[in-house]
């Protein structure tokens, strides 16, 4: 270990003065004193300088021998992150050396007296705004990457996320309350964490995947308005905005309608995204019904600064006597197509790739498009099956001109809509067909209460303790899947933020809906007896929504991946790499908990 060799000061009486990024030209002529890690040295003859670097930002320092000998022979034994603290007088740089990319970039600190608190091993890649190191090294070495910029930046914006939050929380008279990490399977439509019992043997706890029952407990335990900056913990897949744990904004009310939730949840994100961004959204939000956002967009989640619409183009064929089309309308499904004005710099190549890649990534079966000449002449492999009608009818709910390309899904709906709202966001960026403006606030409202699942089973579309809307109650019985649910998103520039929903405070009508999606009496009563029960102690109308605090953060800094806001993330294979973890226990461990592993299949 070099501190064997070398000499380390204790901080003794020196008190920091200035955090690096508060120097600036007005404090020349001071003395001050700065702490932090050696960002970089370089020695040009004689003298040595040394870029020092904490949390806040760089300033230079210089040792010149005939200041303080002492100090500038101790400043040659300085290497990258070494932690030091120095007195020195504050001076104007030499003319060439200014920099001016740097708030301290026309300073510079002249070293008096330097105390070297510790040395540090030599660091697996540069500290500095843009790392070239692979992720993988990035994770390992986290506390490394921890001292760069970028997620100094995101724990900051994190940090000013929860102010205020906390803040507008607390002035809107909502209690911070705590709900256990040690709990019962919940049914969020994610695989649970399970934690054996050691006192129960062969019973679990899970880890929440949300607070949901507990924050609605509270509303019935007479706690009227809570929140929480929730862990929650669901066993997926991981993804770029998927993490194994996350933490929720999520709260709960008391005696509410759908307005007066919205209203809450318009208060947090326009304080949120001021606090933490600077970006200012004006109330109300614009707000969107899910059925005109999947007409127009083919998605719950559209980033609206996209100028580019779908239209639907079933009707028109449902009569054609093109087969391809004709029969998937027949069969239940509908035409939708993406309408690209002045598409001329889309090539016949461009229209190729972009047909490989739905069809590779989304199961498109095809991609069928009509190019409309300058002449308004109509090119395309499908032409000769339309007839003149058809034609028309095209033109007139599609608004296409010449220049015009239009891209058709003859599909089951959801698969249609999922591959042209892909198209959308590609092109539109592509193209640059947007708007202009840098941030989209979006409320999506007016969801239906449930979805045919794949077996055709009615299932929830955001989870199974929405309340209907109060006047499509009798609907439950006559007809279920016309029930409106009082679901609500907010969705920034298409990233879905948070959601939210009032709750069944009706014990029947809670239970009708959990037997609509299959579940027997029996069955619903022993999963969530518990909170049936709750609701025939007195329980008030309840309200809230959880917003996603990472994604959130990943929003406010424009990261692309979650791992690049949160401190110690998880890879991709749900792996800690500093900590190690998961881990192997010891097997006495395992005997206290009454569980004996199979050995690991061995991998092919
Ligand atoms: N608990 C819900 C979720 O995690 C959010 C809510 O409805 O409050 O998605």
Known sequence: MTSETIRLDAMGSLRRSHLCGEIGNDSVGQEVVLAGWVNRRRDHGGVIFVDLRDRTGIVQLVFKPEVQQAAHERAGLLRNEYVLMVRGVLENRADDAINDKMKSGRVEVNVA??????????????????????????????????????????????????????K??????????????????????????????????GSFYALPQSPQIMKQLLMIGGCDRYYQLARCFR??????????????????????????????????????????????????????SYKEAMARYGSDKPDTRITLELCDLTEVFATSEFKAFRSNVDAGGVVKCLHVPDAKALSRGDIDRLEKLVRKELGAKGLGWIRIGDDGEWKSPITK?????????????????????????????????????????????????????????????????FERDAE????????????????????????PEAVRGTHYDVVINGTELGSGSLRNHRSDVQLKILELMGYTRERAIDSFGYLLEALETGAPPHGGFAFGFDRWAMLMTGAESLREVIPFPKTQRGQDLLMRAPGGVEDNQLEDLSIRVRKPKPSA
């Open 456 to 479: 055709g089973q009615l299932s929830y579309v955001h989870q199974p303790f929405v309340a209907p809307l109060e006047e499509d109650i009798p609907l439950l019985d006559s007809d």
């Open 385 to 449: 099956f339309l007839s003149n009608e058809e034609r028309e009818a095209i033109t007139k709910v599609t608004g296409l001109s010449p220049g015009s390309l239009l891209f058709f899904q003859a599909d089951e709906e959801g698969r249609a809509n999922a591959i042209l709202s892909r198209l959308r966001v590609d092109l539109g960026l592509r193209l640059g067909r947007t708007d202009g403006r840098e941030w989209d606030v979006l409320l999506v409202v007016d969801f239906p209460l």
């Open 168 to 201: 507008t929380l607390d002035g809107l008279g909502f209690l911070e309350i705590e709900t256990p990490i040690l709990t019962r399977s919940s049914p969020e439509g994610a695989r649970d964490f399970l934690v054996p019992a050691r006192l129960q043997p």
């Open 235 to 288: 066993d997926e897949e991981l993804r770029a905005d998927r993490q194994l744990e996350f933490t929720q904004v999520d709260l709960e009310m008391s005696f509410v309608g759908v307005e007066d939730v919205l209203e809450v949840l318009e208060e947090v994100t326009q304080a949120g995204c001021a606090a933490a961004a600077g970006v200012q959204f004006e109330r109300p939000f614009r707000r969107i």
């Open 113 to 166: 007296e330097l105390r070297l608190l510790n040395t540090a091993t030599p660091p697996p890649f540069v500290i500095e705004e843009e790392s070239d190191a692979e992720e993988s090294t990035r994770l390992r070495h986290r506390i490394h990457d921890l001292r760069r910029p970028p997620l100094q930046r995101a724990i900051e914006v994190r940090h000013k996320l929860a102010r205020a939050v906390r």
